[in-house]
DNA sequence: CCGATACGCAACGGTTGCGTTTCATAACTT
DNA sequence: AAGTTATGAAACGCAACCGTTGCGTATCGG
């Protein structure tokens, strides 16, 4: 009657953690390319991942538990924000957003966050908790700041504005797909949201 | 050899322009309910629309050609303008996307343009010639006359800011589906782009 | 070595949708 | 009446994918 050193490991073959590793990479390439998750199929990820599909039945119960898990990998890496202003915040998180269009990996996050919401709400719910909310504190967080700082007006709508900076940035991604953005589209957004498109 | 009275009509049984109606109507609730263009079938929108698998195929030789049939009807309603302010008329163009984000017919337009841009982008450029780019050309026009007239900016990127208007609305119905939109959404919008988020 | 579990692989029966064909019937021209 | 085309229904063979099972092998603990 001897203790593992942490967890008691129960006998036989444990299970490879690259065969794991492999199905998330596998199911995230697949997201990456456009491929929905509707039309995502098992034997695809198997496929892909070098894998027997027993390997994938035996964690994963269905495929929406599959991405679920898959997406939970990509943490938002929220950045360091320097805090100096309202303005070089919101372009720092903005920047993210641009940047992650051009990485076929992390893209799939915004294509899923679009698509996906109406057909796999219950989908849609976790992973909105997991990549979509972080960001969307961070941002809100600069916007009350600046709120309260007086940097911006005192009655601002936050979470309208939060809508506007980041629907700009979508929308701009979504349908330029393949020109490369801007490099100061960020900033542009930024001061234009900031200051008004009306003549002083 | 007598002539009909318009066209020589070939010889047999016409086509059902009851049938060719009812395969369009079936297409769009199907879009509508938020089946997305891959999950459609053709045999599901022949038995939504009472009619035999061969009446579609002898019109349409596959799927993404009666889409784009189907969604051509959807004429863009692009509403008359005012014309007595760039605020009013801005606010017209957006109550027309948060009035079509209640009607379930009329939601399907977004939907798709938002989630099958990159899986059939053949498709999705036909339907941005017939559905967005009319409500871009309007929205475009309000801005530049603005920008002549000088309501707005000189310097005003007029692109830009056509992104940054319908981002939001988009983003807004995207995330907030079920939930009735508030009716001065439009306004509060274009009132925050006009005048900007930062303190005066 | 032995028992237990995981592995990749192949095959299974079942479902869905494809695009085509056949059929009896309906609608229209001459 | 005769000829022609369209219609809805049904069935076809084909392909993809489902979730499961069995197989021989690999990897662990005891």
Known sequence: MSMS???????????????????????????GEGMGVSELSIEAIASRAGV???TIYRRWSNKEDLVVDALATLKAPV??????????DLVTLLEVMRTEAGHVRRRCVM???????????????KFRKIAIEPRRNAVRAVLERGKANGELRADLDVE???QTLTGAMIV?????????????????????????????
């Not at 967890?7 to 998330?24: D, F, N, Q, W, Y």
């Not at 950045?79 to 070089?88: F, K, M, T, Y």
């Not at 797909?177 to 900031?194: C, T």
Request: net charge negative; aromatic share 2%; charged share 30%.
């Open 5 to 31: 050193t942490t967890t008691a490991r129960p006998a036989g073959r444990p299970r490879s953690e690259k065969a794991e590793k492999a199905i998330l990479e596998a199911t995230l390439d697949l997201l």
């Open 52 to 54: 027997g599909k027993t």
């Open 79 to 88: 950045p360091e924000l320097a805090g100096e202003s309202v303005r070089d």
């Open 111 to 125: 294509n899923i966050a679009m698509s996906e919401s109406d057909r796999h709400p219950q989908l849609f719910a």
């Open 160 to 162: 309208l504005a939060m």
């Open 172 to 200: 701009h991604t979504k349908w330029h797909q393949g020109e490369p953005l801007a490099e100061d589209l960020s900033e542009r957004i930024v001061d234009m949201v900031l200051e008004g498109i009306a003549a002083r």
